[in-house]
């Protein structure tokens, strides 16, 4: 776990603080978190909530998609997201790995990858972030 970048997003999206998820790596290229199997974070018979699989994803998704905003850009928000459930989770983590598939100029897509402790599927997430610019104008 990269603990400064775990800090970081903890400070900057308080929701993935309050779900425990763990920054592993954030680089352009990719973005790796890691959300721990935890009771708490379960639905029936002990599966891992599809909510906290897909916040997790959403959380790698959108730091990918920042890590690559173009020039004069000042964020992103999502404005499309597709997920694929593959495989439930019992125990251990799920880690999540974010690529950019487009960066354009007024959208980024990116494609995240969850896989089990093991290295298996368990959801594929494809997102459309919008790319924001800081308003300018006068009063």
Known sequence: MDTRQ??????LMPFAGALGIE????????VRARLPWAEA??????????????ALAD???ATCAFLNLPEGASGTATIQSSTSFLRAVRAGAVEAVSRPLRSGRSVIVVE???LDAEGRPVAR???SQA???A?????
């Open 6 to 11: 775990t800090e970081t997003w903890h400070r």
């Open 23 to 30: 920054v592993l790596a954030s680089a352009r290229e990719e």
């Open 41 to 54: 974070r379960c639905t029936a018979g002990g599966v891992l909530h599809g909510g906290a699989i897909m």
């Open 59 to 61: 959380s790698a998704a």
């Open 112 to 114: 995240t990858d969850v």
């Open 125 to 127: 997430v494809t997102q």
């Open 131 to 133: 790319v924001l610019r």
């Open 135 to 139: 308003e300018s104008g006068g009063a």
